[in-house]
């Protein structure tokens, strides 16, 4: 077992964690922040999606013990104060969400996106976005909230 | 499982050496990806994360430009330095996977694992680079056209690592393009080909085209290049080069596309590349 300290939305935690933990694992079962979705554990679907040093990871392809000192943002750590982030709440107003399983890799993902590229097409966020799969499908008013978040982050 | 986070090549050779069945971690988006299918079952990792000089970029005098093994892909697709023919690899590294696993995965990693559908291996080729690997007993090179072998096997022997690759320099007015066919955004390539483009006077002054998808390893075929160079790259030439390249190649049927249909590909990929190329020439 390792042990490990790191920043987790804000918070200095310490981890014990065998060597092949991901810390999507360690996230939804030793930290119970659930937000984080478990779906193909291959880095192909982006449901795990997570910040680390601010990049946009899959958090099932990152092993805990070997981001000992760094710091991770989850779907739980992007609002503050009880409110939600400006993203958050743009795929709320445009009904974003079907089943919504996908939805906190999607918004992180957007996250990061928006910080790199803050004026977006709707074909850049599409190659942006294309980590995210959506089994509803739901793709549209996805870039919907991604241009209103965008809209309202530059205004 | 153990796991161990050395500073320096040497330390984590001699931990490879002591072990092996021991792994090399590097960026982990194929090794972890294995880990949790249950594909591999090392008895430790051996994270790289910690090694500084592997993530160093580094121009020699002599042109050629050294890339550490544990630079992310997302960091190569960025690489000011990799201009005029190098781009090749920069458009590559862009177009692997998502943003996501382009921020965890790396250039040893690719190199090392030694898939041929993946972006790196073709543009590698055709870029002429050399890879360095390290093992207890010393160092050595390969050129990139002999390291990969076959599918997923590479001349990399036990215990050795692969800590660098370095790229020649080409041509001053060469260009690159790397011409990627897949079926949605970020899979891997049904067929690509990686190009290396210089003209002169209408003509073709210096080529090479290596394809990702089309067999065991990269295919490149020197007689194709040679068909190209010197031509005014006229439909005649690069349908004979296409051709030659074909018959060089051996692609899989899987759900990306039959054999058939890759071949089928093949002169349209190589033709839309080469226009791309000569459109962007000086």
Redesign the interface.
Known sequence: M?NITLEINGEERELCV???R?MLDALRNDLNLTGTKNAC???VC?AC?VL?DG????A????A??IAGRKIVTIEGLGEGGRLSPMQQAFVDTGAIQCGFCMSGMIV?AT??LTENPKPSRHEI???L???LCRCSGYVRVIDAVILASERMGA | ???Y?PETIEQALALLAADPAAMP?A???TL??M???ELVEPS??I?L?GIEELSAVEAMADGTLWLGAMISH?DLATEERLSGGHSVLRQAAAQI?????R??GTLGGAVAHGDPSSDLPAALVAADAVIKMASPTGKRSIAAGEFFEDYLTTVLAEGEMVTAVGLPRLPENAVGHYEKFAR???DYATLSVALILAMKGGECSYVSVALGSAGAKPVRVPEAEARLLGSALDGAAVQDAAQLLSEASDPVDDVRGSAEYRLMLLPRLLQRALNVAVACAP
């Open positions: 390792i065998p060597a092949a991901t554990n291959q880095g982006g999606t680390l990049t946009a990871v899959n099932c392809l990152v092993l013990a070997n993902s990061a996106f599409r190659a942006g294309s980590g995210n | 499982m153990e796991f986070q971690l960026g982990g988006a972890v990806a880990l949790n299918a430790a990792l994270s994360a997302a996977a998502h943003p996501s696993v921020n965890i949605v955004h970020g």
